[in-house]
């Protein structure tokens, strides 16, 4: 029962709207603002990381305890300070799906922000051509976009819908990053370089699978919102 409870807890009190628009997820996070601050929360395979802000985008120091649920059980983990990062190490997959309180303490107050996360979705069929891009992503691309692409510490979610079909980020775009690398713009992971082992047509092999797994996961198109590159204050 209390499990439920918590569920129910978590999934209800997931922001919905922000006071000050779309905001940026600097580390290609979940970002939701409360008070003075705002909470930038991922996933990464084995471990979950978070950065607080203040309004102005600068870090601020916070400590605290992140509560998770996953696959039906509770999960209490102390988080860890590294320069500006909260980490934890948990059983976890970028894919999973997920709920997330975190108890924060910053600057002498407490925190609490909550955050949800679906499980990533692989199509139930791809096309030949979407499947020899699935081999070529997962050599190349997933090192830096994860084999769940929702990102790494090396590089930002291609399931977003900064990317989905009908955003600013059109299939042109995404074949130029793949050929000639591209420009920190709205992350903070710098510049994309060209990536290396990519042969020449594989570019189109690789966009089909990006767009099969976004399509599979509610990202066939992009909210206007989403659609300009200069929304929040994110870059690359």
């Avoid at 955050?115 to 499947?131: D, G, K, N």
């Avoid at 994860?146 to 955003?167: E, M």
């Avoid at 130029?176 to 189109?204: I, R, V, Y």
Wanted: glycine share 10%; hydrophobic share 45%; aromatic share 6%.
């Amino acid at each position: 029962m209390k499990t439920r409870l918590l569920t129910l807890a978590l999934f209800l009190a997931v922001p919905t709207a922000l006071a000050h628009g779309t905001l940026a997820a600097f580390f290609g996070g979940q970002i939701a603002e409360t008070g003075d601050y705002r909470a930038e929360f991922a996933v990464r395979d084995g471990a979950i990381k978070v950065w607080v802000r203040d309004h102005d985008d600068k870090p601020v120091k916070a400590s605290g305890k992140a509560t998770l649920l996953l696959g039906g059980q509770k999960l209490d983990l102390p988080l860890s300070a590294k320069d500006d990062t909260l980490i934890a190490e948990a059983p976890v997959k970028s894919r999973d799906k997920l709920a997330a309180v975190l108890g924060l303490q910053v600057d002498g107050k407490p925190l609490s922000v909550r955050f949800m996360q679906s499980e990533v979705v692989a199509p139930a069929t791809l096309s030949p051509q979407a499947e020899a891009g699935r081999k070529v992503f997962e050599a190349v691309c997933a090192t830096c976009h994860g084999g769940a692409l929702r990102g790494s510490d090396n590089g930002p979610p291609l399931l977003h819908p900064f990317y989905a079909l009908g955003s600013a980020h059109g299939d042109d775009v995404i074949l130029a990053a793949m050929n000639t690398g591209a420009k920190s713009h709205m992350w903070k992971f710098g510049d994309m370089p060209k990536p290396e082992g990519l042969k020449p047509g594989q570019d189109q092999d690789v966009l089909a699978y990006i767009r099969a797994m976004q399509a599979a996961n509610g990202l066939g198109s992009a909210p206007a919102a989403a659609a300009d590159p200069h929304a929040g204050h994110g870059h690359h």
